[in-house]
C-alpha cells in the first residue's frame, strides 16, 4: 500500500500540528479562525509565558480545518536552560 499527501501545508512551515477534532471538529470560517482561534492562541500562549513555560500553544487553520500544537516562546536573553528551571 502507499500514500500520497497532497496536503496543503505552506512551505515555510516548521512544527507539529494536530487536527483539534474535540473543539473544531467542522471546518472553520474566517471569521471563526480570526476571532476565536488567533485569540485563543494569544490567550494560552501569554498564559503559559506567564508561567515560564518555553513552549506556548498556537492554532492554525489549513483548508478550513483547525490544527493545534506547541509554539516556541522568544524568550528574548534569557537562556533555554534558566526558564526550564524557572518553570518547574
Not at 477534532?21 to 503559559?48: N, W, Y
Not at 492554532?59 to 526550564?84: C, K, Q, W
Amino acid at each position: 500500500m502507499t500514500t500520497q499527501s497532497n496536503f496543503p501545508v505552506p512551505a515555510d512551515f516548521h512544527g507539529f500540528l494536530m487536527w483539534d477534532k474535540m473543539h473544531c471538529p467542522r471546518p472553520q470560517t474566517a471569521l471563526t479562525e480570526d476571532i476565536s482561534l488567533r485569540q485563543l492562541s494569544v490567550g494560552f500562549t501569554t498564559a503559559m509565558d506567564e508561567f515560564a513555560s518555553p513552549f506556548g500553544f498556537g492554532y492554525e487553520v489549513f483548508n478550513y480545518y483547525a490544527y493545534a500544537g506547541p509554539a516556541p516562546i522568544d524568550l528574548g536573553t534569557e537562556a533555554i536552560e534558566t526558564r526550564i528551571e524557572r518553570y518547574k
